[in-house]
């Protein structure tokens, strides 16, 4: 059974910069698509960033586009969300996510358990 974990989560204060990890546990065969989202009290959950497996598309929502980047460690099955001139609006929990092929070849959608990320002076 495969397994997300997130860390890097946080207080920071508006400005700041923090970095989000997203790691596996289990056996994995192939990951076809990480991403990030969040969520807020009383809101749907939202996309923040994706990014295929060989890092050469990456796509961001309109209000983290030039602050925040994704990335991804194929070696150790690992991806990054580094956020900078963090606003007050993104305090959220956030979410890793996953497309991946796992044993027997079987393929899932994967979620972590989140990572609080709270911007505030």
């Known amino acids: 059974q495969v397994q997300l974990v997130e860390s890097g989560g946080g207080l920071v204060q508006p400005g700041g910069s923090l970095r989000l990890a997203c790691a596996t546990v289990?056996?994995?065969?192939?990951?076809?698509?990480m991403g990030w989202y969040r969520q807020t009290p009383g809101k749907e959950r939202e996309l923040v960033a994706t990014i295929n497996r060989s890092g050469s598309t990456k796509n961001y929502a309109d209000s983290v586009k030039g602050r925040f980047t994704i990335s991804t460690d194929n070696t150790r099955n690992t991806w990054y969300l580094q956020m900078d001139n963090l606003k007050p609006e993104d305090t959220a929990v956030y979410y890793c996510n996953a497309d991946i092929v796992g044993e027997a070849y079987s393929r899932d959608n994967y979620w972590g358990r989140g990572t609080q990320v709270t911007v505030s002076s």
């Open positions: 289990g056996y994995i065969f192939k990951i076809n698509l």
